[in-house]
Nanobody
Framework: QVQLVESGGGLVQPGGSLRLSCAASGFTLNNYAIAWFRQAPGKEREGVSCISSRTGPTYSADSVKGRFAISRDNANNTVYLQMNSLKPEDTAVYYC??????????????????????WGRGTQVTVSS
């Protein structure tokens, strides 16, 4: 059974950093594109970043470029989202997802929620002083 579990969220001051983890069970993360999304209260879920399968390219939303970085740890079957220079507007529940297409890159529609078949339950990130 495919399962994604996010962790690493919490409360952080503006300018601080957090590293989110997306751990997989039931499949090998390295073989699939994985995306991070976030949803703030009262707002739609939005794409944050995507990492292609194997050594393919990564993509990020303009709002997080230069501050967030997505990466893989194949030994631990985990994808990370390193978040630096956090702002109050980064406050949201963060989700990871996969489209479950074997050896596929992040597609041109990587930021759309309809692209993805499997989702984790999310982890809360709150940026506040």
């Amino acid at each position: 059974q495919v399962q994604l579990v996010e962790s690493g969220g919490g409360l952080v001051q503006p300018g601080g950093s957090l590293r989110l983890s997306c751990a997989a069970s039931g499949f090998t993360l390295n073989n699939y594109a994985i995306a991070w999304f976030r949803q703030a209260p009262g707002k739609e879920r939005e794409g944050v970043s995507c990492i292609s399968s194997r050594t393919g390219p990564t993509y990020s939303a303009d709002s997080v470029k230069g501050r967030f970085a997505i990466s893989r740890d194949n030994a631990n079957n985990t994808v990370y989202l390193q978040m630096n220079s956090l702002k109050p507007e980064d406050t949201a529940v963060y989700y990871c997802a996969t489209d479950r297409r074997f050896l596929a890159p992040c597609g041109s529609q990587w930021y759309r929620i309809t692209t993805y078949a499997s989702w984790g339950r999310g982890t809360q990130v709150t940026v506040s002083s």
